[in-house]
């Protein structure tokens, strides 16, 4: 047995999950052909284990499992076991999360999959204790169940297996029956109303706890609100906006949003931060403050940004992925044997904040919600035991007036408390970082920052939506060999992309051109486009398959027709096709966007809250598309007038073109023919609005422009 401390074989690699299991006694092996032959030649069951480095529940499976020198030893006795990063590595992550759903009827992670040789999985889970408690059986007698059915009943388990494989092929195959149509604006009520049904109308969100943010559920009512003017589809997503922004899920010292909450307030998060949150909730705050008009929510999505470019920005310019729940607690710190806990670097008590602020304590307690015994309404691990988790508890006015203050007094008094806070805090052991760079969520991020700069006007933002493409198309890139890559870490470039990552990062280009019509983002973003068509189109079904199907450790080539956390890939692109064919009125993305919406019928009309992102898209299928053209020189006081004029607007159907004159304005109208004939009227710089290339007459003033464009 490998001795205790001695680094194993993922000591090599570069998944910052990975690596936090180096030093565990388990023999691990990473995914890949040497675990495979290993199982082949010493006949025995593969243990899989997919997590991620800011799984809460992956750390505490760690600790208590794979930290074990017994179970470490019956993990290396009796199976290979292999490690997984579920971020790296979402193609092997699906295929087994399927299966662990359809046969457990839940999922998450740490997922515990048991395979054959042949990498058929026959028995799985998620988090499982060493020994049995909370109503799960304990993983050192699970282990010792299926090493006793795999030595007894070899056949049965290999049959098993075989059977569950088929029926997951089976899944992942299934399509539409038959043809059928693009679903009609019928179908987007429709969704609308699933949303109504499950809507929170008390405390924001839909259902009960825990409470997700899924953006894309925003962005669809959003787009819905402003193409039928309906105005519960606001009112939903406005209201879930305010919740999170005042809830405990907000870093409000700091900035950023939490990965959910726990309970159905908003009030005690789950504090981990991933990137793909933050990328997508600014776009929903940008859009829900165009669309409703509040300040609130241009704030939060400046202050995210804020956090991002401070804490989870490469030198490079791409951006890292997520921090962790688990900290170090700032009064344990240095002790021996000391362990992390969630939230311990977001949490105070009344006393600490009493001896940090002084006389400005009061007006503290009173807008944030701190009470002397802690605030937290639901503490499931006894970790919040004394302990404040910060959120809005009160209007500034309000505390304001309490403490015989006026607001602006109390405004002054917060921001300095504010920072006094962020300073204490910015001492204490910070989470871990997973500084890995994944192409797809830079994606997100990019379009997040470039976005920002058209609505906020912040030059800092285009600059790092510049700086981010900047950093993938050199390092990500192979133009030669027309591959991208996902992943990048120390230098090191690995995992060829998948469907994901070309259309996110295709989003991201489409955002950043409207931002600063530089041709280069619109000719990389088409060359994206064909071959995110070349590796993954269904030709038969419509949408993109995830993966390649080449890998052939991956047993199944599925496609995702799920909007979760992250939209998927189909969802992405037939919006990003959208915004092509209003571009480069190239009729091929119009065939393709219809075959996707054909064959997402059977989901859109049957189940249209599981794909919110794919009906944003349809919605504006229906609502139809505006080319706004703007041209003029870049840094032209009156081009920029024009800008914000559209940026003050919700226009989530139009697609927005600076264009420089000149040979930005050649080189653009060669993949966008409509921009060549477009000229500044008498040197000034000049809008057209224009439908399916028609335009309105050219303006050159804002009053005339807003004139034109949707209220």
């Known amino acids: 047995m490998r001795r205790r401390n001695m680094a194993n074989r993922l000591a090599s690699e570069k998944s910052p999950y990975l690596l936090q299991h180096a030093s565990n006694p388990v023999d691990w092996y990473p995914w890949g052909e040497e675990a495979f032959a290993a199982a082949r030649r010493e006949d025995k069951p593969i243990f899989l284990s997919v ?53 457990t009827g839940s999922g998450g992670w740490p997922m515990s999959v048991w395979l054959t040789p042949d990498l058929q999985p026959f028995y799985g889970g998620t988090y499982f204790p060493p020994d049995g408690r909370y109503g799960r059986p304990g993983f050192a007698s699970v282990l010792a169940e299926i090493s006793r059915a795999w030595q007894e009943n070899r056949d049965g388990v290999a049959d098993s297996a075989a059977r569950l494989t088929g029926r997951l092929r089976g899944f992942a195959a299934a399509g539409p029956q038959q043809p059928a149509a693009v679903p009609s ?68 010292l700091g900035g950023g949003f939490h990965r959910y909450a726990v309970d159905a307030d908003w009030r005690v998060p789950h504090f981990e931060k991933m990137l793909y949150d933050q990328a997508q909730l600014v776009l929903a705050y940008l859009e829900a403050h165009q669309a409703a008009g509040i300040p609130e929510f241009a704030a939060a999505a400046a202050d995210t940004l804020r956090y991002v470019s401070r804490e989870m920005t490469d030198p490079g310019g791409g951006f890292y992925s997520a921090e962790d ?120 991020m990019i379009a997040a920052f470039a976005r920002a700069f058209r609505v906020l006007r912040n030059h800092a ?77 269904d030709d038969g079904a419509g949408g993109w398959y995830a993966t390649t199907g080449r890998d052939a450790s991956v047993i199944l080539r599925m496609k995702e027709d799920y909007d979760g956390a992250e939209p998927s890939a189909t969802s992405v692109a037939v919006s990003n096709l959208i915004v092509l064919a209003h571009l480069t009125g190239d009729p091929v993305w119009r065939a393709r966007i219809e075959r996707t919406f054909q064959g997402a019928a059977a989901r859109i009309t049957g189940a249209g809250r599981s794909v919110p992102m794919m009906l944003a898209g349809l919605s504006a299928w229906h609502a139809g598309v505006q080319q706004i053209a703007i041209v003029g020189a870049a840094g032209d006081p009156s081009r920029e007038a024009l800008e914000r004029v559209a940026a003050a607007r919700f226009l989530p159907f139009a697609v927005v073109v600076p264009i420089a004159p000149g040979a930005r304005q050649r080189r653009l109208g060669a993949v966008a023919p409509f921009v060549t004939a477009m000229g500044a009227l008498d040197g000034r710089s000049t809008a057209y609005v224009c439908r399916d290339f028609a335009c309105q007459a050219p303006v050159t003033d804002p009053t005339s422009l807003a004139a034109q464009l949707p209220s």
């Open 51 to 103: 997590g991620y480095a800011t799984c809460h529940w992956c750390h505490v499976m760690e600790h208590e499992s794979f930290e074990d020198p017994a179970i470490a030893e019956v993990l290396n006795a009796r199976f290979v076991p292999v490690k997984v990063d579920r971020e790296e590595r979402p193609d092997v992550d699906r295929v087994y999360m399927l299966f662990v759903q359809a046969t």
């Open 185 to 252: 604006p019928g179908a987007l009520a429709g969704a609308v109303r699933e949303f109504e049904a499950s809507f929170d109308g008390q405390r924001g969100g839909f259902g009960g706890a825990p409470k997700f943010p899924r953006p894309a559920e925003l962005l669809f009512l959003l787009r819905e609100s402003r193409r039928s003017g309906h105005a519960a589809a606001l009112d939903m997503a406005v209201r879930t906006l305010r919740a999170m922004a005042d809830g405990g899920m907000r870093d409000h």
């Open 325 to 444: 729940a688990d900290s170090l607690p700032p009064e344990e710190a240095g002790t021996a044997g000391a362990r992390k806990s969630e939230g311990a670097f977001y949490l105070w008590t009344a006393a600490e904040l009493d001896a940090l602020l002084g006389q400005d304590a009061p007006l503290v307690r009173a807008r944030f919600g701190i009470e002397p015994g802690g605030n937290a309404p639901f503490d499931p691990h006894g970790e919040f035991t004394g302990k404040n988790l910060l959120y809005l508890a009160s209007p500034t006015a309000q505390a304001a007036s309490d403490h015989g203050l006026g607001v602006n007094d109390a405004e002054g008094r917060l921001a300095r408390a504010r920072q006094a806070m962020y300073d204490a805090r910015a001492r204490r052991p910070r989470p871990l970082r997973d500084d890995k760079i994944l192409t797809a969520w830079n994606g997100l």
């Open 461 to 537: 933002h285009l600059e790092s939506a510049r700086r981010a493409a900047t950093f993938l198309r050199a390092t990500m890139w192979q133009p030669a060999s027309q591959t991208l890559f996902r992943r990048y870490r120390e230098g090191d470039v690995a995992i060829e992309a998948y469907a994901e990552d070309y259309a996110c990062l295709v989003w991201g280009l489409l955002e950043l051109v409207q931002a600063d019509g530089d041709p280069a983002w619109l000719e990389w973003a088409l060359e994206l486009q064909r071959r995110q068509d070349e590796l993954f189109w």
